[in-house]
Nanobody, 122 residues
Framework: QVQLVESGGGLVQAGDSLRLSCATS??????MGWFRQAPGKERKFVAH????????YYADSVKGRFTISRDNAKNTVYLQMNSLKPEDTAVYYC?????????????????WGQGTQVTVSS
């Protein structure tokens, strides 16, 4: 069983930055994703990074503002979020899996963290 623990969320103002971290207990690196869920809304894809870090993908809504990265030596994946907007407010979840196919589908990921709250005030 792989455990994922997110950290780094908080309350910030529009235009600020935050960096989320996701520490994993996996012995070997998995493909990793970040998703977010706002109150009353579906969980949505934010970003994906493959197991080696050589490929990354982003939702259009965060492209150019968010950067996903990983340090496999530390078993940690990061989400650097810049130019935050109120519409970025959500619980952010990291997820892990050995993906084949659609990296933006939450069904493709096997393991999930508990989430960390990000609130952006206007």
């Amino acid at each position: 069983q792989v455990q994922l623990v997110e950290s780094g969320g908080g309350l910030v103002q529009a235009g600020d930055s935050l960096r989320l971290s996701c520490a994993t207990s996996a012995r070997n690196p998995y493909d990793m994703g970040w998703f977010r869920q706002a109150p009353g809304k579906e969980r949505k894809f934010v970003a994906h990074i493959n197991w080696s870090g050589s490929m990354t993908y982003y939702a259009d809504s965060v492209k150019g503002r968010f950067t996903i990265s990983r340090d496999n030596a530390k078993n940690t994946v990061y989400l650097q979020m810049n130019s935050l907007k109120p519409e970025d407010t959500a619980v952010y979840y990291c997820a892990a899996g050995a993906l084949t196919g659609d990296y933006s589908s939450f069904e493709k990921y096997t393991y999930w963290g508990q989430g960390t709250q990000v609130t952006v005030s206007s």
